[in-house]
């Protein structure tokens, strides 16, 4: 089973049990966004986790295993299209140069891990409309001197 | 005097001050990151902003112009060559299809606004290696249905 | 049935009507664009819309749901080779800095939202041949000061 | 004088008299969509109108003469980074076909002229956020049959 | 039936006529290179002349509805590898200015328009070799001022 | 001298006598579009008529021998964003598949030189418009078998 | 049968035989680059050929007429990636622009034709190691002056 | 004195003596290609060929220097758009594969050094028209198993 | 048989067997690294190894075919988006011409051959985290001078 | 002083004191490739070795500051040209994927570092023809499960 089908087969598991992300990944013990890269294919999720997953969606060992590979990351497009994902690269086009002089500031050389790495997606509530809270937490890795 | 001129003008006198982008921004009363991007050519900043910061910096009134017009933002290379600035890219193209995913689920179909939109960056102590924060916070805009 | 099987399905029963998308968009109660795009698998139908389509058309419950997901949006081709749709790519080469220089001058610092946003096309009766009238109307979203 | 030389001359007067392109537009007695196209470089000034501006901005007759000069027009990036721009790509890329299904039905195999064509940008007035319409009007042009 | 399938079609009965692309356009009452764009799905055919191609051909009215969709038209490839096909591209690098400044001389701003367009191919018999004769046709289009 | 000096020498003498193309075409005794082309540095012009044309135009030797440089040709942009330019890239993205199957059925494998080329552009007076033709006139070159 | 059908049923009928491009080459009685390059779809082989091609492998008159069609030339990769196609592009990036200076020092402006051409590979025996001799064969083609 | 101050300045000694690229290479003793891509910047000359080369055109040692650096080889060009360049990049886009197929029968797997490589340049007496020939002949580097 | 399914089935049985890329290579007698570029169809692997694979994995002749022929080698994406992966572009973009340098200096005008190379991947014990080595080991080849 | 500037002063006082980069990392006391890419612009320099390099090389304070600076990393363009840097290219496209393999076969999911990562490149005498050895060393980093 490769990971496309392994994609397929639980996102028509999700839909029949009727879960948000959210619901599942409580199940697993992760997080939701770890546990979503893991499902479509960005992620290895180790067996343990997986075996907790296939057991709440009712699914083969076959899915443990594929979760568990580790998967060709990244997608197609150099430049995405789609509005929401395009936001992310915008901001990196407009402020990542002011990330970068803030975090040499603050840090030296070096930069934010990408790897030892989590990722958390928030709703705040607002008045005004409600906000997305996207925090990006990465060990500081300092260029080594050799 | 354009954004080019206005940038080395500033970084140079900040250089002479010995001062980080954080002692600058305390001074204009404005969050670090913006102040920086609106510095490296990146955002407009308010002339009321603008005269604290050439007040502090010892600049002309003309940097203060500089710093008030509209600029064409983003940068030339589609994908970023530094490190630094590519792990953000990295994280796009890892995540982006899970935390579209997850914005889905808890908000509907829209999307984070990156202009409606704050970026904080910090220092997290870990005795394991500290860590960058990258918060973003993006007012969600729901897709209008006509 | 993903979004590819859904515009296949509707683009069958539109045909076997002979109906038009204004006609069809008449039933749903919706613009003509919005509704094509819907079809076209670029943007979501809430499901109270999604129900008046498919009881219009004869169709099941499957494209409801498909009409309803919410969509990776963008084509592959960053430069459409299409004449018509490439029109609109030539109108933002040679008059995007002048709408941006425009924009500003009314709004200040910010952009016209491609999200809360409508789109309409009209025809517009001429002796010396009839013309295609494209109405944009997004909300303007200022840039946050941090 | 080239273009470049050109369009900094203008923008220099135009800051010098504290004048908006709705002004200068005004003064010309053409839409200030055009003059500012005209003036960045994008577009031709008839000598007769190319007069009225440089007499209003007190100008030489060189920059008439370059403003009546045909230009090279569109830019290096194919695809646009600033984001107010991006938006106007992003709709091409989002609607483009949705616009060519409709232009289709009702006018046939064609395009909409990005020629014998003008563009309006205006502020529409909304308690919920003032709105930016972009109005874009060609001619519809029929693929001849040979 | 889409295009794709309509092409295939069409140059399966072609082959077992045994007839170019000439012979077929004289039956239709049209010219070979708009003819032969249609069956590749490159044009719209008109459904009273895609009665007289399938009658000839002895094809379906399937064939008839399929060429008279307005087709998504061009090719995946920016820059064509095709030597025939490449070579008006290499005109267009090493001409297209030239042929530019002849326009704008003779006509003024504006454009020759590839949508009121015709286009032929003819054989010129010549002693050193006989020579291709392209011949595009395309109405002159003027910028509107407006 | 390089090309680009030259075009410019060129262009200022041209706008100093007032003269089009093809009034200075006429004296050199060749074709406007080629004479355009290599004042453009995009053709070698022999010296013979290099002499006739710096003759005419009251300029020096320096020129002639700057026109008879082979130049490298071509232009930077992939794709060209000049609506004028562009249609001539759309031409061979809408019809170049169609133009080689006309080419080979009436020449067989092989093609149209754009070397041992001409190119005309003309003026066709026409009520309902005028109309721009262009002609191109290349020998055809068979592929070798070997 | 289309070429790639045609490709794969040669290299089968090819692989049973047991010879080499070199042997099938000289069954037939062309070049074996001619050859190669005809049964990978990138030249057109005369029948009078293919007929000695397809009687030597067995095969049927359908890839006779397969290999007679006029292909699509050229591949998919801009850049090559395999390593012995790659050298090749690498010679013109590094020599591309020495070969211009001789041949036009030698021949005046114009090309070597690529396609009154002939391609050789040969073996070079040599007590440091063998070497690979490539030696093409073009007809200069001199830029009309018109 | 950089590569690009070395090419100008033995373009202008070259153009001064009035000698071709063949005479030049005759006094320096190495093949015309070569000491042209040399002096091009694309290849470095060993200072014994240097002084040679400077002798004779009469220019100081800082020549020798600079035709001694390794330089920066390639160009800016992915794909070139010069026509005598392209068609050597269509040579490798049509015969590539073919050529490929070739070396790998005669040769098994490796490649055809583009280092341990000579390329000549000649001219070949023909009545139909005179021809380019060009021969690369490269050390076969056989792929290491290891 | 073609590479596709070669990969297929060897890593199918290399799942049933439970085998690591390194107990696989021990039993043909190769590196790791060589006997995995074999096997994902980038590297051809003489018949005498291929053999000792297929007994090892209990796999046909067929396999021992397809291992052996000459690949097309490389991937599809010019920038790799696989962050493992992209480490070695980024290596190349920040750390190339500083190779090139130290090269130039130890070795003189040339290249490291990525043919006639080796290349390792260890694993180095680390109290602070273990490290990965790879030891990448080519002939250098100096540029003939001709 | 920027970057640019910092290495034509370095380069010359290099050439001037007629000292390899192996040299002067002596002197420095760091690594040759570390030194280099410094130099280069690509790393940044803590202050103790900048002074270091200054004072042998005779430079002022102001050398010591660039080298200090936290450089924007990696190079303009995608694929290199230059041969010797681009055969690092081809050995990531060639076996990237059996390194991915390999790596994380030993390792499990995650990455080798680049930038807690250093570079050896040494000279390997061999009577076939010296070899150059490239060293990567990176520690390991595991993906963090969250």
Redesign the interface.
């Known amino acids: 089973m490769d990971k496309l089908a392994m994609t397929e087969t639980i996102m028509a598991a999700k839909a029949d049990k009727g879960w948000?992300?959210?619901e599942i990944a409580a199940q697993v013990g992760?997080?939701?966004?770890?546990v979503?890269?893991a499902c479509?294919g960005?992620?290895?999720?180790?067996r343990e986790?997986g075996e907790k997953l296939t057991a709440a969606l009712g699914l083969s060992g076959e899915v443990v295993e594929a979760l568990a590979v580790?998967p060709?990351?990244?997608?197609?497009?150099?430049?995405?299209?789609?509005?929401?994902?395009?936001?992310?690269?915008?901001?990196?086009?407009?402020?990542?140069?002011?990330?970068?002089?803030?975090?040499?500031?603050?840090?030296?050389?070096?930069?934010?891990?990408?790897?030892?790495?989590?990722?958390d997606?928030d709703?705040?509530e607002?008045p005004?409309?409600?906000?997305?809270?996207?925090?990006?937490?990465?060990?500081?890795?300092?260029?080594?001197?050799?």
Chains 1, 2, 3, 4, 5, 6, 7, 8, 9, 10 share one sequence.
Request: overall charge negative; some cysteine; hydrophobic content about 40%.
């Open positions: 948000s992300w959210e992760l997080n939701p966004v770890f979503t890269s479509l960005q992620s290895s999720m180790p986790y580790c060709m990351k990244g997608t197609e497009q150099a430049v995405p299209t789609d509005p929401l994902v395009y936001r992310f690269y915008e901001i990196m086009q407009v402020y990542g140069t002011s990330v970068k002089e803030i975090i040499h500031e603050k840090f030296g050389d070096g930069i934010m891990s990408a790897i030892d790495f989590t990722l997606v709703r705040q607002d005004k409309g409600d906000r997305v809270v996207v925090t990006m937490n990465g060990k500081f890795l300092p260029y080594k001197i050799w």
